[in-house]
Nanobody, 124 residues
């Protein structure tokens, strides 16, 4: 079983940028689709972005398209999420998750291995 660990998030002003990482340990996740989800207080967990095993395909939620970029470095067993042009509504706990499927699913149920999450707060 691979363990996923997100880097520390942070507090950022609106319009700012932040990068969060997801590092795998225990075993490689280089063959897995990896996704990022987020959950704001009182709201359901929502899909943010996903990347295929080799980085060749990506998928984004409409709300973050053009502002966030997902990438990966399989040699480092790490997936990155670059958050730019941040808005207060981007605030939430960000989770990375690994999927056993090759499809870049937006459904949380399609992922079977989750990190603990990291808080990202965007101030207005």
């Amino acid at each position: 079983q691979v363990q996923l660990l997100e880097s520390e998030g942070g507090l950022v002003q609106a319009g700012g940028s932040l990068r969060v990482t997801c590092a795998a340990s225990g075993r490689t996740f280089s063959s897995n689709t990896v996704g990022w989800f987020r959950q704001a207080p009182g709201k359901r967990r929502e899909f943010v972005a996903a990347i295929s095993w080799n980085g060749g395909s990506t998928r984004y939620a409409d709300s973050v398209k053009g502002r966030f970029t997902i990438s990966r470095d399989n040699a480092k067993n790490t997936v990155y999420l670059q958050l730019s042009s941040l808005k207060p509504e981007d605030t939430g706990v960000y989770y990375c998750a690994a999927s056993p499927f090759s499809v870049l699913t937006v459904v949380a149920g399609g992922y079977n291995n989750w990190g603990q999450g990291t808080q990202v707060t965007v101030s207005s």
